[in-house]
């Protein structure tokens, strides 16, 4: 029986997408493939579920910055939905350009209702891309949280916004009773500090030193605020502290702008690695079994890679499973010893091929194809097919 070649990408941000990836590959291996490709919970979450077998509902909701876009998430008729935060809340969003303090999450909160109201029983919410820092404040209030001020005024929508958080009401909250939530994501940060959402990732999305320290300070008023309003998080853990500050300074609180914190908080959230729990939902352990290879890969292989991205997730599933792992790439900046100790062999980068960047982004297909058939005359495959 001939073995396969488990065919496992992630997307080449800018160029192409994890299947696009995935379909080069396997046209340049030129022997029997099996294609899956896979998301780390961030920009393309929901095109690798599509590609696994999910079915796309595609959706009218609130942009970052309150303009109407199309927003799709994955959909399995068994009551499993595939969120991904950037295709409603991402920077690619943005029509005009940043808007650190302004930006909201509001739009994957209409996501997130539509897939209950559709009879959702597990929802997985994929957190990268964001464009928002607001503590998931505007995802609350898509699913009906108040948040009001001194005045019982609603707040306006962004992070900035809730430095004048009094209380915050969920009579109106959407039933979501018997749904598990899941977040998948490979940040690690706390709400709050200098490594939380406004300090690390407020920069990336437009903030400057001001803004910052308006959005640490808003953000930290909604954690304070969520440990007292109506008991909301108020049980006391063990060691004394406030449910909802134990929440604030778990891992992955920060990740998104906080909209980890919301999840956790107002939706009762698990969150989990990424890659590990994606490649769970898509099977992956089922179908290395029999495989001879294993071709993963992401636009750069570099240090952020070795932080729970894609390439070195998929390397480790495999491992589990016996299966020797190589990876393709646009560039790569990981020495061979770092690839060695995150369980790839070897990497293929298109710039190997074309030392220009621009070319490789424009011409990424092409180059892909012969990039594999590279790996596969080094990896002599096309004998073990025969």
Known sequence: MVQHVLVAPDKFKGSLTAAEVASRVSAGLGVPTVEL????????????????????????????????VP????WQPTGTAVIELAEASGLRRLPGGHEPLTATSYGTGELIADAVRRGAKRVVLGLGGSACTDGGAGMAQALG???????????PRGGAALKDLARIDLSGFLDISGVEFVVASDVDNPLLGPHGAAAVYGPQKGATPEDVTTL?????????????????????????????????????????????????????????????????LLGFGEVVLGARLVVTGEGSLDAQSLRGKAPVGVAQAAARAGVSVVAVCGRRTLTD????????????????????????????GPLLERLAARLAADRRLAEGAA
Not at 242 to 258: K, L, N, Q, T
């Open 37 to 68: 490709p896979v998301a780390d919970g961030g920009d393309g979450t929901v095109d690798a579920a599509v590609a696994g077998g999910f079915g796309r509902i595609t959706i009218e909701v609130t942009g970052p910055t309150g303009e109407r």
């Open 71 to 74: 927003a799709s998430y994955a």
């Open 145 to 155: 949280a108040r948040l009001l001020d001194a005045e019982g005024r609603d707040l």
């Open 216 to 280: 640490e300070a808003a953000l930290a008023r909604l954690a304070a605020v969520a440990t007292t309003t109506h008991g909301l998080m108020g049980a006391v853990e063990h060691d004394g502290v406030p449910r909802a500050m134990g929440v604030a300074g778990a891992p992955g609180a920060g990740a998104a702008g906080g909209v980890g914190f919301a999840a956790l908080t107002f939706l009762h959230a698990e969150i989990r690695p990424g890659i590990e729990y994606l490649l769970d």
């Open 337 to 364: 010893a770092e690839l060695k100790a995150a369980g790839i062999e070897a990497a293929y980068a298109l710039t190997d091929l074309e030392p220009d960047t621009e070319r490789c982004m424009a011409e990424a």
